[in-house]
């Protein structure tokens, strides 16, 4: 199994930027997909974004698009998300999870994942 770590979460007023970020301990990520979700309480997982290994598209949530980042180094042992402009609403626990090769899949899905990191908080003060 992965173990996913996320970092770079805190407080930040509105407006300002965060640069999160998710490690894969001790092994590469697995050669599906990683992705970044974040979920406030009584909400369900929201996508933000996510990137396969292979190739270099990545799809934003309309919700963080032209406004977050993702990227990736190129050991694959660690995944960013920038966040930039951010706003009181993005407030929440953000994730990063990794997803096994498979034949079918839909990462925007949280439920399709099969590693979970434990979050960072992340609050934006208005």
């Known amino acids: 199994h992965v173990k996913l770590v996320e970092s770079g979460g805190g407080l930040v007023q509105a407006g300002g930027s965060l640069r999160l970020s998710c490690a894969a301990s001790g092994r590469t990520f697995p050669a599906g997909a990683v992705g970044w979700f974040r979920q406030s309480p009584g909400k369900e997982r929201e996508f933000l974004a996510f990137?396969?290994?292979?190739?270099?598209?990545?799809t934003y949530g309309d919700s963080v698009r032209g406004r977050f980042v993702m990227s990736r180094d190129g050991a694959k042992k660690t995944v960013y998300l920038e966040m930039n402009s951010l706003k009181p609403e993005d407030s929440a626990l953000y994730s990063c999870?990794?997803?096994?090769?498979?034949?079918?899949?839909?990462?925007?899905?949280?439920?399709?994942?099969?590693?979970w990191g434990q979050g960072t908080q992340v609050t934006v003060s208005s």
């Open positions: 990137m396969r290994w292979t190739g270099s598209d990545i």
């Open positions: 999870a990794s997803m096994l090769p498979r034949l079918r899949s839909n990462p925007t899905m949280a439920r399709e994942y099969d590693y």
